[in-house]
């Protein structure tokens, strides 16, 4: 079967999620679901809300199970 996606088969697929900032983040207009990596939190935000603010996003955090 012909490799249609572009990438060498002997390596794994990957995504590259956009890197922005805080700043740039709270300008952005961007649609529910959309996944960056903020730059200033090292942390990868969600955006919750279709508007520009800082309220949109959301942190996507880890919780340690005790």
């Known amino acids: 079967m012909a490799n249609t996606n572009n990438v060498d088969s002997g390596?794994?697929?990957?995504?590259i999620i956009p890197k922005v900032s805080t700043a740039v983040r709270n300008t952005m207009i961007a649609e529910i679901?959309?996944?960056i990596y903020n730059t200033t939190s090292n942390k990868l935000n969600?955006?919750?809300a279709a508007t520009?603010?800082?309220a949109s996003w959301e942190a996507v955090t880890s919780v340690q199970e005790s």
């Open 52 to 54: 520009a603010a800082a």
């Open 33 to 35: 679901g959309t996944i």
């Open 11 to 15: 390596h794994p697929n990957f995504l």
């Open 46 to 48: 969600v955006c919750k």
